[in-house]
């Protein structure tokens, strides 16, 4: 059965420094990986994924994720964080199903 | 515009009551899925649906029923055998099996 860990309840970042959300994952075979981001009273909004191919994923609002097959990581990265990426951030592998982190609260502080 | 519309936004359940949750997409997807979120418990699938007029259980599905009888259509059933109803619903939906899946906005469930 897949898992995914978030370590993180949240990550506190200052507005204009890089930000790491991180993620590690288990699942059998080869992992298709996604991020996705949730504003309050809202639903989830796809961010990227990896499928195959470069280790570095570029999506959504700049935003960036690095595959690590040894480490089974996939931590979302963003150089410039912005006060409006303050949200709860869900990584999600898919196995036989999608199964979703615990999820990590963004703040960026101004 | 293409997307996933949930209603309502916000459901009161009496005691003893079925409540059903609306879920509508117009992206002329195969695959329609409902998930309960809890606070600090991320997302956990109830149903999900790959085709018309089939379905299958998720990880907790018991309490709740679904029906698939048109492509764009996938409501929820939260009926009184679920004891703990108390959460808010999202229903999304994919392309395909490693596509990503698109979500609605959720509807917030509140026990009376």
């Known amino acids: 059965a897949q898992s995914v860990a978030q370590p993180e309840d949240q990550v506190n970042v200052a507005e204009g420094n890089p930000l790491t959300v991180k993620c590690t994952y288990s699942?059998?075979?080869?992992?298709?990986l996604f991020w996705y981001v949730q504003y309050p009273n809202r639903g989830l909004q796809f961010l990227l994924k990896?499928?195959?191919?470069?280790?570095l994923v570029k999506g959504s609002y700049g935003f960036e994720a690095e595959f690590n097959k040894s480490q089974t990581s996939f931590h979302l990265k963003k150089p410039s964080a912005l006060v409006s990426d303050s949200a709860l951030y869900f990584c999600?592998?898919?196995?036989?199903?999608?199964?979703f982190g615990a999820g990590t609260i963004l703040r960026v502080k101004s | 515009d293409g997307g996933i519309t949930q209603s309502p936004k916000y459901l009161f359940r009496k005691e003893g009551q079925n409540v059903t949750l609306s879920c509508e997409q117009n992206?002329?997807?195969?695959?329609m899925y409902w998930y309960r979120q809890d606070p600090g418990q991320g997302l956990r699938l109830i149903y999900y649906?790959?085709?018309?007029?089939?379905?299958q259980k998720g990880d907790i599905a018991e309490g709740y029923s679904v029906s698939r009888e048109k492509k764009e259509s996938f409501p929820l059933t939260v009926t009184s055998a679920q004891k703990n109803p108390t959460a808010f619903y999202l229903c999304?939906?994919?392309?395909?099996?490693?596509?990503?899946?698109?979500f609605g906005d959720g509807t917030r469930l509140s026990i009376l």
């Open positions: 699942v059998s075979g080869n992992p298709y």
């Open positions: 992206l002329n997807h195969d695959a």
């Open positions: 999304a939906s994919s392309a395909g099996n490693n596509q990503p899946q698109h």
């Open positions: 999600a592998v898919k196995g036989n199903k999608l199964v």
């Open positions: 990896y499928i195959t191919g470069d280790n």
């Open positions: 649906s790959q085709i018309v007029n089939d379905f």
